[in-house]
């Protein structure tokens, strides 16, 4: 029995022309069993219809040069400790056939994975590593986010019963040490008790370490859990012998290590507590954003409201909204009025007044008037699930610098190893009597000493505050590495309409040019505004819909017109009842079509001075009448651009309006160089000449016309009341209405960088300098060793500070409040 029919859509990489997707359609259409196929360019997208598998559509596209990404595996990895292990499993995932490419955050303790390849083989592979991993499939941002904060308490919450437990046995051997136990412990057995307590702790609070430690270094990927199972072990053992074979044992050697055990697993436990709770702190703008969903609702049903969970809500279903509540989900007004606090979304101070008809956010606090509200959205499709949805991926993302770090740890622990090997027989055969206590010592220094922690969470530790704090700044961080290329942005390039302006033009003056017409201008004047608005109607342009309300003001009636047709770049043209040519345009799309007037050249040429937009109207093949369309620019505007040149980053505008009224703008805004009449597909080669002037070029757009340039830009910032196809292809989405968040994510952006430099340094120059105070290079000057329990310490303070230089992102001020400071 043959398949029935289906539609499949296929996201397509790798198109940039109108060949490259018909060749694309055409690949597809050559598939047995696709009765239809077609490509579209702008949103990358391949739509089939047939029997054909997908399998079979995917070879298609490949056998003709482009990619089928496959949509990325998230897993969760348990045990990871140290960068040596999250690099050390990236590597394993990357070897599995059928990876394109593996990621791995240690911050995050997720992997994510694109490719062919199988959650199971992905899994398979991360456990032979030695780590658990499951799959993170079907969860929300929200409920991943609930789900890790739960597993973090959890995990704090056994960290500190054996972080307590070895303290406890610690001060137990510590006080048999020190003078014997004062005499309330015979000494004869108090080394065979000191070994019981070490016991104890080894296979209590520090079986961790060899759990996850021995496994990996059997795989020939010793990670820093091998460093500490392998210096306690070293010193248990020695002491074991000391305690059951003491004749064994050169004379002068006989020495006790139990009370470095101790103390090296309590030093490395209480580190790897303060870390995780450090570690927690970085993930608390997500928190905050996971803590605004509401869990109920009040629902409206048949003259009734009763509470139901959030779960419940269906798409279309009537919303009870008082003040003081928070909005359970995405919706539309139906009945009231008030003003609603969105500054955790949007980063604006000020309440937005939200009508009947205006759409409102779930998770915003209604304030003062009683709201009734249809859901429009639930689940994972809500806007406050897909932003956590996309700070959750940045903060999962890895910066181009992490690749450094990346190589250099993944032979760091191999390379200490070696070095305390070395010390041993260094010490052991050249070192002063006791030989081969100094030898173990030492060489259990080095091995605890060594910290590839602080190393591995310099950069995700980083992402994750930042990205964090641009979400309470208004800015959305859709790719994580963005963090890097915007900190080297060194112009900003804007477009004009809906971005620098309002995005709400009006029309301000209507000329009449048809000398026939001046017996009745009034009547004349409303017969073509509203033949006008007829036609203007079948566009979504800014300036149509001004043209639109004005009719609409003026309670025009509605004019039957047909054949309406988008001229791109140029305007509209359509016909009337009687089959007459209107057309409504730029002075180009007039000049296009051989039609030429005078005076209405002169009145477009003073609209434009002063910064308003001239709309042509010809009708039977002449011009007829002049339109002034004004669209306000946004008073957050030339803020912004002050801002920027206070950053040193010099400013541009990309229009497709006409230079007068663009370079009007520019004016008013402070931006120093203009682009105007510039057609949709010419902005992305406007971006491509400013990289060759100024270097890294970040741009600022809203609309369909925009997404060549944000896809060509360095840095794509996206408004988020911009279209779909803009948001997906930007870097960046801005949320609020204020253009100050532009100045702030650059600011953010080198912030972030700088603590990230920091971070670095102090990892690799902490390195540098304690190992080989570790193996004892000192001694033979000032006659100084490094005894293991303070390497321990030495260890845990280094990865604590990271994790506190990185906390002061979270101080960071906005541009908008100290003017042009970035301090941290």
Request: net charge neutral; glycine share 8%; proline share 5%.
């Amino acid at each position: 029995m043959p398949a029935s029919p289906s539609s499949q859509t296929l996201p397509i990489e790798g198109m940039s022309c109108a060949s490259c997707s018909a060749r694309v359609e055409k690949a597809l259409r050559a598939v047995p069993g696709v009765e239809q196929a077609s490509v579209n360019l702008a949103t990358a997208t391949a739509h089939v219809t047939g029997t054909a598998s997908r399998t079979a559509l995917i070879q298609a596209v490949e056998q003709a040069g482009y990619d089928v990404p496959s949509p990325p595996i998230t897993l969760r990895i348990e045990g990871m400790s140290c960068a040596a292990c999250s690099t050390r499993v990236e590597k394993s995932l990357q070897d599995v056939i059928g990876v394109r490419m593996a990621s791995v955050n240690l911050a995050t303790a997720t992997a994510q994975v694109t490719g062919t390849a199988t959650h199971q083989a992905l899994i398979s592979a991360i456990q032979k590593m030695g780590f658990a991993a499951s799959l993170l499939e079907g969860e929300t941002g929200l409920e991943n986010a609930l789900t890790q904060k739960q597993r973090m308490k959890q995990a704090m919450k056994t960290q500190w019963r054996d972080l307590m437990m070895s303290a406890l046995l610690w001060l137990a051997i510590l006080f048999m040490t020190m003078g014997h136990g004062f005499g309330l412990i015979p000494p004869a057995i108090q080394p065979l008790l000191q070994w019981a307590l070490a016991s104890v702790a080894l296979l209590g609070p520090g079986r961790r370490f060899y759990q996850a430690g021995i496994p990996a270094l059997l795989h020939r990927a010793p990670n820093m859990n091998s460093l500490v199972a392998l210096g306690t072990g070293a010193a248990y053992l020695y002491s074991s012998l000391v305690v059951f074979c003491p004749t064994l044992m050169p004379a002068g050697t006989q020495h006790l290590y139990f009370d470095t055990i101790l103390a090296i697993l309590t030093l490395v436990l209480l580190g790897r507590m303060m870390e995780a709770r450090a570690k927690g702190r970085t993930s608390a703008a997500l928190e905050k954003l996971t803590h605004l969903q509401p869990q109920h609702a009040h629902l409206l049903t048949e003259g009734t409201c009763r509470i139901v969970p959030v779960a419940q809500i269906q798409t279309g279903d009537r919303l009870l909204v008082r003040p003081g509540e928070r909005v359970p989900l995405d919706g539309i007004v139906l009945e009231g009025e008030s003003h609603l606090d969105e500054s955790l979304l949007t980063g604006e101070p000020m309440p937005a007044l939200r009508q009947v008809g205006d759409t409102v956010i779930g998770g915003t606090i209604n304030q003062e008037g009683t709201l009734t509200v249809q859901a429009t959205a639930t689940g994972a499709d809500t806007m406050l699930a897909r932003i956590i949805s996309m700070v959750a991926q940045a903060q999962g993302g890895k910066l181009p610098i992490q690749s450094l770090v990346d190589k250099v740890t993944l032979w760091f622990v191999p390379a200490i190893i070696l070095l305390a090997v070395l010390t041993f027989l260094i010490w052991l055969f050249l070192g002063p009597a006791p030989a081969l206590g100094h030898a173990l010592v030492n060489a259990i220094a080095v091995l605890i000493a060594a910290c590839p922690c602080a190393m591995g969470l310099a950069t995700p530790t980083a992402i994750m505050v930042g990205t964090g704090k641009a979400a309470e700044m208004g800015i959305l961080f859709r790719k994580g590495e963005a963090l890097q290329t915007l900190e080297s942005t060194t112009l900003v390039a804007f477009d004009k309409t809906g971005t620098l302006t309002a995005g709400q033009p009006r029309m301000t003056e209507f000329y009449l040019l048809d000398k026939n017409t001046s017996d009745h201008p009034e009547q004349a004047e409303n017969t073509l505004l509203a033949l006008a608005a007829s036609v203007e109607t079948q566009s979504d342009h800014p300036v149509s819909r001004a043209i639109v309300t004005a009719a609409q003001e003026r309670d025009l009636p509605s004019v039957k017109t047909r054949h309406a047709r988008i001229m791109p770049g140029l305007g509209i043209e359509a016909q009337d009842e009687d089959g007459q040519s209107i057309h409504l345009g730029s002075q180009a799309c007039m000049r296009a079509l051989g039609f030429h007037n005078a005076e209405a050249n002169r009145l477009a040429a003073e609209l434009s001075q002063k910064g308003t937009s001239p709309l042509f109207m010809a009708h039977g093949g002449q011009i007829v009448a002049l339109m002034g369309v004004a669209d306000p620019i946004r008073p957050s505007a030339m803020k912004a651009v002050a801002a920027l040149r206070a950053q040193n980053i010099r400013t541009a505008m990309i229009t497709g309006d006409i230079e007068p009224t663009a370079r009007h703008i520019a004016r008013l805004a402070g931006i120093e160089e203009v682009i105007a009449q510039v057609l949709p597909h010419e902005k992305g080669e406007a971006i491509r000449t400013l990289q060759k002037t100024h270097g890294s070029v970040a741009f600022v757009g809203d609309g369909i016309n925009d997404a060549p340039a944000l896809a060509q830009a360095d840095t794509g910032l996206a408004i988020s009341h911009g279209t779909d196809i803009a948001i997906e292809a930007a870097d960046l989405v801005l949320t609020g209405e204020s253009l100050m968040t532009v100045p702030n994510a650059l600011a953010l952006s080198r912030a972030t960088m700088t603590i990230i430099r920091q971070n670095l340094f102090w990892a690799f120059a902490y390195n540098i300098v304690l190992l080989p105070i570790a193996a004892g290079v000192l001694y033979p000057f000032t006659g100084t060793l490094l005894s293991p329990p303070f390497a321990a310490g030495a260890m845990a303070l280094s990865s604590i500070f990271v994790l506190c230089n990185t906390l002061r992102l979270r101080r960071l001020r906005t541009v908008v409040e100290t003017e042009t400071s970035t301090e941290v």
